[in-house]
């Protein structure tokens, strides 16, 4: 009687750890700092606007030709330094063990809080999108796409990612201006 209720207890700890747990919304949040020394709250701002479309795209941008010619800025507001943005990057792969998730895209909304000098920036709202996939022949079909949050892995392997973005945004920011 007691190894089998040793048995049930272990079958139980061992199928919890293989639940592989998605995050609440709060936790799906990475926040950065960047520093702009000697850059004006309102050129932070134009520049910012700049980077935001030159470095993000809308969701699905490549299959539709109208997500081309969105812009990703959904909110701004030049008198209180604010910039909201919801775009899409696709989900960093690793090797052909994860090939199946090609062209499975991280949605997201960026928000950039300006003063002078320097900026805040926060991604929130991170979810994974899971395109139609067809099923190995004719025959058999095709999955629904669906969109659901990320899980802990997922997110250890997106926040560096984004963490990069703000990186590059500073640069952006910070780099002196160029004359044609």
Not at 111 to 130: C, Q
């Amino acid at each position: 009687m007691r190894t089998m209720t040793t048995v049930i207890f272990l079958a139980m700890v061992l199928t919890g750890c293989a639940y592989v747990q998605t995050l609440p919304p709060e936790q799906l949040v990475i926040q950065k700092v960047v520093d702009a020394p000697n850059v004006s709250k309102d050129r932070i701002y134009d520049k910012s606007i700049i980077w935001f479309s030159k470095t993000f795209r809308q969701s699905m941008a490549g299959r539709w030709a109208q997500s081309n010619t969105r812009t990703v800025i959904q909110y701004e507001n030049a008198k209180k330094g604010i910039l909201i943005a919801n775009a899409a990057i696709l989900y960093p792969e690793e090797g052909f063990s994860e090939s199946y998730k090609e062209g499975w895209e991280v949605r997201f909304t960026l928000e950039e809080e300006i003063k002078d000098g320097k900026a805040r920036v926060t991604f929130s709202n991170l979810n994974i999108f899971v395109p139609v996939v067809f099923c190995g022949n004719a025959y058999a079909g095709e999955t629904s796409s669906y969109e659901k949050r990320l899980n802990v892995e997922e997110f250890e392997r997106v926040k560096p990612v984004f963490l990069n973005f703000a990186d590059q945004l500073g640069v952006y920011l910070s780099a002196s201006e160029k004359q044609w």
